[in-house]
C-alpha cells in the first residue's frame, strides 16, 4: 500500500461487527484511520465531506435495506471503491452488488486482518484503473468528436470553391457552354451536393453521439411539415418518375415537437425512399392516430421498393449501417442518416421501426407526442382537489426590431423561454410550449395560479431577466399583457375533472384569440442548390 | 442609377474571385478585403452599401469586424451578411445578435445568397433603431 494513510468509511449498524472489523483493521494495517457509522444516511453525509480510501458497507442498515443500500451509495460517490460486508447467508446479495460495480464482498465471521488487508489493496487498485479507464474513453470520445468537426469545418472550405465555380460556368457567368459540357457539370454539382450532405450528417451525428443533439419542443402542426417536405423532394422524385402521395388524417391534432428536427426525420426518410424505389413506383407519407395509443401521432413513409430483409431491419437504425445488396452502393451515402433520426425521434420521446417484406416494399413508421393543452394544465387548474381560485393568462412578446432577411432566433428565443421559466414557481404555474414554428417574432404563453395583482411581481421579475439578455434590449420590443381566466363560480353538477378540462379550454380560445399576429413561415432548412 | 456597392471580406482568394464574378452579373460594383483590418479600413473608405463577411479571418475575426460596424455612427446602418463555414449552431445566433443581417453556412445556395442581398438593399433595413419600452 502507499504511504497515504489508509481513511475507511465502515457503514455498519451492529456495534458488535463495528468492532470486530475495526480491529482486524487495526491489527493488519499501522496507518489506518477508521470512521464507523450505523446509517447509510449519515455514511453518505460523510462522504459528502470528505473521499474516504474506500467504504466497507453492510448492506442491512436501520435506513436502508439489501441492493438498494449499494445502489444509493455508489450513485452518491460512483468513485470510491466500495467492499460489502455481507451475512453468510446473503452471498447471493453480495454478487449482486459486485455486478452492480462494488469491488469485492467480505463475509462476516470469516474475515481476517489478512483478508481484509488483501481485500482492500486489491479493491483501491481495481477502482483506480477503472477509473483511468473512464477517463481515456472520455478523452477519446471527446478527441473523436473534436477531430470530427473540425475536418467537417476544414472539408467545407474548397468544397464552397468547387460549388462556387461549378454554379458560375452552370449559370453561364464565364461564358456560353454547350448542352454536353452543361450535362457534365451538373454531374459535378450533384456530387458537390452529396458530399455536402455528408459532410451535415457527419456532424450531426458526432452530436448525438455526444448528446449535444437538441430538441426545443414546440405545438406544432404536423400537416404543415410533410407538405414542406413533399415541396422539397418533389424535383428529386419527379426526374426519376417516382409518384409521391399523401394521405393525411384530416383531425390530426397539434403534436409538442421540434419543427427543425422533425423536418429532418422527414426529409430523410422520403428521400431515401425516393431513392430505393424504382421508376414507375410511387412513395407515400402518412399521418394518422391508433386508438390503442391516443398519445402520439403515427407517421409512416411507405415505398414500393425492394424491401428490406429481415437482417438488415435489425441494423438499419445504427450507425454506419450500409446494406450489403445496396444496387448503387458507390452512393449510399455515409450510413447516418437513419441512425440520427432515430436519435432524434427517441429525444422526442417517440417511437421508430419499420416494417417490409422482401420483394413488397418498407415502411418506415415514427410517433411523436400529441401536443395536450388540457394534460399540461390540469396540475395547474386544480389543486388538492379544488379549482384554483384565480388563474391568470401571461403573454409575452417578443419582437426584433429590425427583421433580419434571413436566418432564425430560434437560440434567443430558446434562451429567453428558459429565463421565463425560471421565473416562475414550478408547482403553481405553467410556461406553455411555445406555439407554431419558430419564426423572427416569439410569444411565450404562461398560465399562472395567482390573482392580476400578485401575477404583477412575476411581470416585472420576467421584464428584469430578460432585459439582461445582451443585446437583446437593443434588438427587441418586449411586450407582457395579463389577462385574467375566468372561472366557474356555482359547482353546479359538473365534476372536478369537467370543470377542469372546461377551463383548459376556455384559456385556449383565449390563447387562439390573442394570438392573432401573423408569423411568417417556419424556419427554412437551407437547401441544396441544383 | 449608380449600381449598389458590396464589400466581400474573405480570406480565400478563388472564392473572393468567385463572388465577385457572380455579383458583377447581378449588376452590383464590389469590393474586396481579405482581413479583419482591411474590412473596416474599406468599409470607412468605400462606404458600401451592403458586406459579405466570412468569420474566420486574419487581424481581427468577423466578430471583431461586426463589433467595430455596430460601435460606428456612420457604418453599423450598412447590412452585413454572414457567409462562414462554421457551426450555424455555435455562431448563427451570435453573428445576428453582434448585428448581422443574415447567417449563410459555407457552401451557401446562389439563389437564397441573391435574394438576402436584394431584400438587405431593400427600404426595410433603412429602419432606424427604435428604444427600449420602459
Not at chain 1, 61 to 73: I, K
Not at chain 1, 167 to 174: F, H, K, P, Q, Y
Not at chain 1, 202 to 210: F, G, K, N, Q, V
Not at chain 2, 61 to 72: A, C, E, K
Request: proline share 6%; charged share 25%; with cysteine.
Amino acid at each position: 500500500m502507499d504511504h497515504q494513510a489508509t481513511n475507511v468509511l465502515l457503514v455498519e449498524d451492529n456495534p458488535g461487527d463495528a468492532d470486530l472489523v475495526r480491529l482486524r483493521l487495526v491489527e493488519g494495517q499501522a496507518d489506518v484511520r477508521v470512521n464507523c457509522v450505523s446509517r447509510l444516511s449519515d455514511g453518505l453525509a460523510f462522504l459528502a465531506r470528505e473521499t474516504p480510501t474506500l467504504v466497507l458497507l453492510d448492506l442491512n442498515l436501520p435506513d436502508s435495506h439489501g441492493a438498494e443500500t449499494f445502489r444509493r451509495l455508489m450513485e452518491h460517490s460512483p468513485n470510491v471503491p466500495v467492499v460489502v460486508l455481507s451475512g453468510q447467508d446473503d452471498e447471493v446479495l453480495a454478487m449482486k452488488a459486485v455486478h452492480h460495480g462494488v469491488q469485492d464482498y467480505l463475509v462476516k465471521g470469516n474475515i481476517s486482518s489478512k483478508n481484509l488487508e488483501r481485500a482492500i489493496r486489491y479493491a483501491v487498485e481495481r477502482q483506480a484503473l477503472l477509473r483511468a479507464l473512464e477517463i481515456s474513453q472520455k478523452q477519446q470520445l471527446d478527441f473523436k468528436n473534436r477531430f470530427l468537426s473540425h475536418v467537417s469545418h476544414e472539408l467545407r472550405t474548397p468544397l464552397t470553391c468547387i460549388h462556387q465555380y461549378v454554379t458560375l460556368l452552370l449559370d453561364g457567368l464565364a461564358g456560353p457552354i454547350a448542352p454536353e459540357q452543361s450535362d457534365h457539370l451538373k454531374t459535378v454539382l450533384k456530387s458537390v451536393n452529396q458530399l455536402h450532405a455528408m459532410i451535415r450528417d457527419l456532424l450531426e451525428a458526432t452530436r448525438a453521439e455526444s448528446g449535444k443533439l437538441r430538441v426545443e419542443p414546440r405545438c406544432i402542426a404536423l400537416g404543415e411539415l410533410v407538405q414542406q417536405t413533399i415541396a422539397m423532394l418533389r424535383p428529386t422524385a419527379d426526374e426519376k418518375k417516382v409518384g409521391l402521395e399523401i394521405g393525411l388524417d384530416q383531425r390530426l391534432p397539434l403534436v409538442l415537437a421540434d419543427p427543425d428536427r422533425v423536418l429532418e426525420v422527414l426529409i430523410n426518410l422520403v428521400d431515401n425512399a425516393i431513392k430505393f424505389t424504382p421508376t414507375e413506383g410511387s412513395v407515400m407519407v402518412q399521418a394518422n392516430m391508433v386508438e390503442a395509443d391516443p398519445g402520439f401521432v403515427y407517421i409512416s413513409v411507405s415505398d414500393t421498393g425492394r424491401g428490406i430483409s429481415p437482417e438488415a431491419k435489425a441494423l438499419i437504425f445504427e450507425r454506419l449501417y450500409q446494406d450489403p445488396d445496396s444496387i448503387d452502393n458507390n452512393r449510399s451515402g455515409l450510413g447516418l442518416g437513419l441512425f440520427i433520426c432515430r436519435e432524434i425521434v427517441r429525444l422526442h420521446e417517440g417511437r421508430i421501426w419499420v416494417s417490409s417484406e422482401p420483394g413488397q416494399g418498407s415502411t418506415f413508421s415514427f410517433t411523436l407526442p400529441v401536443y395536450s393543452l388540457g394534460k399540461l394544465l390540469a396540475p395547474v387548474i386544480t389543486h388538492e382537489n379544488r379549482l384554483r381560485t384565480s388563474l391568470v393568462l401571461v403573454r409575452v412578446d417578443l419582437t426584433p426590431l429590425s427583421n433580419p432577411p434571413r436566418g432564425n432566433w430560434k437560440e434567443t428565443w430558446q434562451q429567453c423561454l428558459e429565463i421565463v421559466q425560471r421565473c416562475v414557481y414550478l408547482d403553481k404555474d405553467l410556461v406553455l410550449p411555445p406555439m407554431g414554428a419558430s419564426g423572427a417574432a416569439e410569444t411565450f404563453f404562461i398560465v399562472a395560479a395567482t390573482d392580476l395583482q400578485r401575477s404583477g411581481i412575476m411581470t416585472t421579475r420576467i421584464r428584469e431577466q430578460l432585459e439582461r439578455v445582451s443585446d437583446l434590449k437593443t434588438k427587441c420590443k418586449l411586450t407582457i399583457t395579463t389577462v385574467p381566466v375566468e372561472l366557474p363560480s356555482g359547482h353546479g353538477d359538473a365534476t372536478l375533472e369537467q370543470q377542469g378540462e372546461n377551463v383548459a379550454s376556455s384559456i385556449t380560445r383565449m390563447i387562439l384569440t390573442t394570438r392573432e399576429r401573423s408569423q411568417p413561415g417556419p424556419g427554412k432548412r437551407a437547401k441544396d442548390s441544383n | 442609377m449608380p449600381k449598389p456597392k458590396i464589400l466581400v471580406v474573405d480570406d480565400d482568394p478563388d472564392l473572393v474571385r468567385a463572388l465577385r464574378l457572380r455579383l458583377r452579373a447581378n449588376n452590383y460594383e464590389v469590393s474586396t478585403a481579405s482581413d479583419g483590418y482591411a474590412a473596416i479600413a474599406s468599409a470607412q473608405k468605400d462606404r458600401p452599401s451592403l458586406i459579405i463577411l466570412d468569420l474566420g479571418l486574419p487581424v481581427g475575426d468577423g466578430f471583431v469586424v461586426l463589433d467595430r460596424l455596430q460601435s460606428s455612427d456612420v457604418l453599423s446602418g450598412i447590412p452585413v451578411i454572414v457567409l462562414s463555414a462554421r457551426d450555424p449552431q455555435a455562431n448563427e445566433q451570435r453573428a445576428l445578435r453582434a448585428g448581422a443581417a443574415a447567417f449563410f453556412q459555407k457552401p451557401a445556395d446562389n439563389d437564397e445568397l441573391m435574394n438576402v442581398i436584394r431584400v438587405s438593399l431593400g427600404p426595410e433595413t433603412a429602419q432606424p433603431r427604435a428604444a427600449w419600452p420602459s
